[in-house]
Nanobody, 116 residues
Framework: QVQLVESGGGLVQPRGSLRLSCAASGFSFSNYPMQWYRQASGKERELVATISSDGSSAEYAESVQGRFRISRDNAENTVYLQMNSLKFEDTGVYYC?????????WGQGTQVTVFT
């Protein structure tokens, strides 16, 4: 079955960096676009970034444009989110997402906290 396992979250100061990873299994990873979402406490989950199946194109939420970069390694069935110049408002739980046959699959999430 589909499994998505995120890692790499943690505590970071403003203007710091983190790299999130999502290890995927149970499906043909290289055939599907992948997404990163995040959810801040008390807010709805929002799309942060999406990457095409071959990694050739990506799109970003306006709030992270120019600071975050999504990438993937199809040989390793892993998708990454490099987060630079982090801000307080980037705090939240970050989720890896697969949408396949109109069904969403989620990992357990990884917490990112930006603090002073």
């Amino acid at each position: 079955q589909v499994q998505l396992v995120e890692s790499g979250g943690g505590l970071v100061q403003p203007r710091g960096s983190l790299r999130l990873s999502c290890a995927a299994s149970g499906f043909s990873f290289s055939n599907y676009p992948m997404q990163w979402y995040r959810q801040a406490s008390g807010k709805e989950r929002e799309l942060v970034a999406t990457i095409s199946s071959d990694g050739s194109s990506a799109e970003y939420a306006e709030s992270v444009q120019g600071r975050f970069r999504i990438s993937r390694d199809n040989a390793e069935n892993t998708v990454y989110l490099q987060m630079n110049s982090l801000k307080f408002e980037d705090t939240g739980v970050y989720y890896c997402n697969l949408n396949r046959f109109r069904r969403d699959y989620w990992g357990q999430g990884t917490q990112v906290t930006v603090f002073t």
